[in-house]
């Protein structure tokens, strides 16, 4: 299984991603500039976290242009897994392969700490070796995670079980609506997420939490190639 | 031409800046002050004189780019 990490300039959180990969599930991983415009070699695409074009104007605004986000549009239509973090995730939204935005933390501070997230859905291609209802704890770091959609998006996200990760009752920790971390698309091919589960892949960071959503990830795709497949 | 466009939340999004802002001015003493809003003003110089021609691609801008239309309201003026 192969994997594309993109790299904005202003990505910070890249280099977790393809360390993250190496150590959860040792599968191959490449950098993959946003000038790039092809994505075909590869089976997984993350957009890591970070200050993509230095996040002028809004969070994700611009890196939504790039070139190669056609080609993950392209790879998500596909039905390629496509994980969006923190940064990722307003650049997600910002293509509209996500609903909804991300807002300021409603307390107004840049928040880095753990989190702990009940796993919501755990039928999705980055969650399969969650349990339903599980708490985990991965960390968040932001300063705009604040997740809001119109009624109407709610109550589809809702319906369609589009909502993954919440923020554990009463730990919410920046307003977003229905306590949301992470959702996905329809399809449930491609997440976006808040919090940072590259960086909870080894209990010397503090928590392991994230770990399984790497070994979900290839757990599915070799569900999908055939059980035989151990590359 | 001149675009003058100005991004603000929509009325029904919270606006953590806007708040923040109220109740310093209110520990300032200026408790007249009730809701503020915080928003962005940008200034585009366009080579085009043309009024309707300029009004649709600032229009397109808006909706592309320069606002999120998922939370955000825009307006602009054009003059010259």
Known sequence: MKFAVIVFPGSNCDIDCYKAVEEAI??????VWHTATDLSAYDAILVP???????YLRCGAIARFAPVMAEVVK?????????????????????????GALLRNSGLKFLCHQA????????????NQYAKGEIVNIPIAHGEGNYFCDEETLAKLEANNQIVFRYAQGSNPNGSLSDIAGICNERGNVVGMMPHPERAINQLLGSEGGKRMFTSILNAWREQHGAAVNS | ?????????????????GTAVQGALHSLGFNEVGKVRIGKYLELQLDTNDKNEAEARIKAMCEKLLANTVVEDYRFELEG
């Open chain 2, 1 to 17: 031409m001149k675009a003058t466009v100005y991004v603000t939340i929509k009325e029904n999004v919270l606006d953590p800046q």
């Open chain 1, 116 to 127: 702990p997230l009940e796993v919501v859905n755990n039928e999705t291609a980055f969650t």
């Open chain 1, 49 to 55: 976290g970070g200050f993509s074009y230095g996040d």
């Open chain 1, 75 to 99: 790879a998500a239509e596909q039905g390629k897994y496509v994980l969006g973090i923190c940064n990722g995730f307003q650049i997600l939204t910002e293509a509209g392969l996500l609903p």
């Open chain 1, 26 to 31: 040792g599968q191959e991983v490449d950098y």
